[in-house]
């Protein structure tokens, strides 16, 4: 997918000013939110589950190269074939390679972040594949041709109606606004494709180092039977995705659902270890697993290594407030909110993620509801001190900066600028507000304005009433 | 084909990422905590309330023949026509045979509940396992065994014996790890969906009901 964060702010501009997106945007984050905090309630052991998933998931981190291996080998010793991508690029080659050698012509496909980021469907497409997407949200996009705009919910900017048009429009079913008739003729019409596809398509949401075995996590069912019914079953992965032993698995599966959608366990977890057997009546006959780093090494090597530990839960999109603002579009990338503002500048490089990482008032509600505990706002603090360190800052910005730190430092020099700054106020502003700011700064009054200076400040009522200077107590 | 000593490539593009960057934390392993033993009452006690409570449906008697019309029924208002059950699971095959005159029933084979134009079908299986903590079922393809029941059927009827019942997932799969199946599938409740306004909707891909026989 082709980066456009560097137009984060003129893509959230839009965002605010669509209504109904912006409808949909607090419907879930709204619902997201209140469910996940009755199920933490809920479930005693969240924090202890929380302390072991984040433990386990740093040190796989820290012996990445150790784990990777030994899911290699175990996975090839049950059958899969597995292929590793550098990037994208090299992602798309070898599906469409494996697509071509398989002779598959219909391939049914799970909803995948990494897929996104890859552009897999395209690729398959251009492959000569009829790529059709079997998550319920992910169909919806598809027919409409747009990109997800949640990691668990990808067609939540779409109203029932927006959705019975596109029916109509791109299948010639009937005109209904009732949900459950719409999710019936979905129902219908991918399970023609379930039966006939010679492919199958998914993530992972683990990768099972000790067994080679792939964790999926579904609600629909649509994970189960692309997996289980086709003759081929194609899994993309970022490296990140493993996980030491099967037996991690459940603390994972206390801690995913819970964080996304609020449910004790999702309706289907699927462990599938390497090709069907000689005596299984059902099973996919070749598996191929693409394992893609895309700049995940790089991320290993330094000071971001934390934000590998995610599990794509959404958590941190659904409580934050800039997300639920804009929602994910506006991000302009495969990974929205606050993952996505680490991610993204780490991905795509930092001139073109920096404005999301900027976006953040690093209220730190992320950090608090993270299942893995993933230090976001340290983390987007630091991005932006690598934005410094480059050089990519504006430089009166950094110049403003410097000075505001050199008169906060100083209290004589801050006590004079602010009898100044009173007496300024006093004559030329009205309200106590000031309108604009010159116009290197005026970024911050555009739309709205900036509080004028009190006539007195602070510190000096201070003295007045208690008769010290605070910073002496 | 595959360029040989790609995987190399990548394994050690990783070792290098991590070299001079120290393993820290090795933490104090804390399990989320262990129970005592649990009577086999009491787990499923607590699976009930779970999978109910996440759209289940559960039915439990000393026999099969009291519960006979309250299974025919519920299959009934579903619009099920096709019962099937997979070959020898021979308590399933019960299930099916003595159910057929509690409704508008007839039995049919795996293959034809495969058909794109299939009747509405309840697949009826034994069960390997039930996990009190979420109210899940685990039905596996150890020993050559079908998924179809509760993969492609509209309602999935899953046979238990009280012995099926454990605690927690960790128990059921150190039980399958010993002779690991292709596939192992975790099923709680029917299949949903909330992408289309966020409105839970039953029914997406798989299974529009679950209903759980438990017998002696």
């Known amino acids: ?103 598959v012509t219909l391939a049914v496909k799970s909803k995948s972040m990494v897929g996104e980021e890859v552009d897999l469907t395209s690729a398959l497409e251009a492959a000569g594949v009829e790529v059709v997407e079997s ?31 596109l029916f109509v429009e791109k299948l010639g079913e009937p005109y209904t606004d009732k949900i459950p008739e719409l999710v019936a003729i979905a129902r219908r019409r991918l399970r023609e494709k379930f039966l006939s596809a010679g492919m199958g398509v998914s993530g992972a949401n683990f990768l099972c180092a000790d067994t080679g075995s792939i964790a999926l996590v579904t609600n629909e069912g649509n994970g189960r039977m692309g997996t289980i019914l086709p003759r081929v079953h194609l899994v993309i992965a970022g490296i990140e995705k493993v996980i030491p032993r099967l037996s991690d698995l459940p603390v994972f599966l206390r801690l995913l659902p819970r964080s996304a959608t609020g449910q004790p366990i999702s309706t289907y977890v699927s462990v599938l270890t390497g090709v069907k057997r ?30 590998l530990k995610c599990i794509r839960c959404g958590a941190c999109l659904n409580i934050c407030p800039v997300y639920q603002s804009v929602g994910g579009h506006a991000y302009g990338w495969t990974y929205p909110g606050p993952i996505g503002s680490v991610l993204t500048p780490l991905m795509t490089g930092l001139a073109e993620g920096i404005p999301l990482a900027n976006a953040s008032t690093l209220c730190g509600a992320c950090a608090d509801v993270c299942p893995v505990k993933i230090p976001i706002p340290g983390l987007l603090l630091e ?37 100044i700054a009173g007496v300024i106020s006093s004559v030329f502003l009205k309200e106590g507000k000031a309108p604009w700011l010159p116009f290197r700064f005026s970024g911050w009054t555009d739309r709205r304005d900036f509080p004028a200076p009190a006539p007195q400040p602070f510190r000096k009522l201070w003295k007045k009433q208690r008769g010290i200077r605070p910073w002496n107590r | 084909m595959e360029p040989v000593g790609r995987k190399e490539e990548l394994l050690s593009r990783i070792a290098v990422a991590l070299r001079g960057h120290e393993a820290n934390n090795p933490a104090s392993g804390a399990a989320a905590g262990s129970e005592a033993a649990q009577s086999v009452t009491d787990r499923i006690a607590r699976f009930r309330n779970m999978f109910e409570s996440q759209g ?64 509405a079908s309840a697949g009826i299986q034994t069960a390997e396992f039930a996990i ?45 790890s010993e002779d690991l199946p292709r596939t192992i599938s975790f099923i709680t409740g029917p299949s949903r969906t909330g992408d289309i306004e966020q409105t839970l909707t039953i029914g997406a891909h798989g299974p529009k009901k679950v209903i759980v026989v438990l017998l002696p």
């Open chain 1, 383 to 419: 991005l932006r001190a690598d934005e410094r360190d480059r050089g990519l800052k504006d430089p009166a910005e950094v110049f403003g900066m410097k000075g505001y730190a050199a008169v906060m430092s100083r209290a004589g020099i801050l006590e004079a600028l602010e009898r």
């Open chain 2, 56 to 119: 289940g449906n559960f039915l439990a008697g000393p026999s099969l023949d009291p519960l006979l019309p309250e299974l025919g029924e519920a299959l009934r208002i579903s619009g099920v026509t096709a019962l099937f059950s997979p070959p020898g699971d021979e308590r399933a095959r019960l299930v099916a045979e003595t159910l057929v005159p509690f409704g508008p029933f007839r039995l049919a084979s795996p293959g034809e509940i495969r058909m794109v134009s299939a009747p």
């Open chain 1, 278 to 307: 000689p005596e299984d009546p059902e099973g996919p006959e070749k598996l191929h697993i693409i394992l893609l780093d895309n700049g995940r090494s790089g991320i290993l090597k330094g000071k971001y290594r934390d934000i």
């Open chain 1, 135 to 165: 998550d319920l949200g992910e169909f919806i996009v598809q027919l409409a041709g747009e990109p997800p705009s949640h990691i668990i919910a990808p067609a939540v900017h779409k109203t029932r109606e927006q959705v019975s048009r």
């Open chain 1, 1 to 103: 997918m082709e980066p456009l964060s560097r137009f984060f702010y003129r893509r959230s501009e839009k965002a605010l000013s669509d209504a109904t997106l912006q409808a949909s945007i607090s419907r879930t984050t709204g619902k997201f939110v209140g469910a996940r905090a009755d199920s933490v309630a809920a479930f005693p052991g969240f924090e202890a589950a929380r302390d072991e998933g984040s433990r386990i998931k740093r040190e796989t981190l820290d012996r990445l190269d150790h784990h990777l291996g030994r899911f290699i080998d175990e996975a090839e010793r049950r059958g899969a074939v597995i292929h590793a991508a550098r990037d994208g690029a090299e992602a798309r080659e070898i599906a469409a390679r494996i697509a071509k050698e398989e002779g």
């Open chain 2, 132 to 176: 009190a903590e979420t109210g899940t079922l685990v039905q596996s393809g150890q020993k050559g065994k079908t998924l179809l029941p509760g993969l492609i059927s509209d309602v999935h009827v899953a046979i238990l014996s009280p012995a099926a019942f454990v605690d927690r997932m960790e128990e059921c799969l150190a039980a399958l």
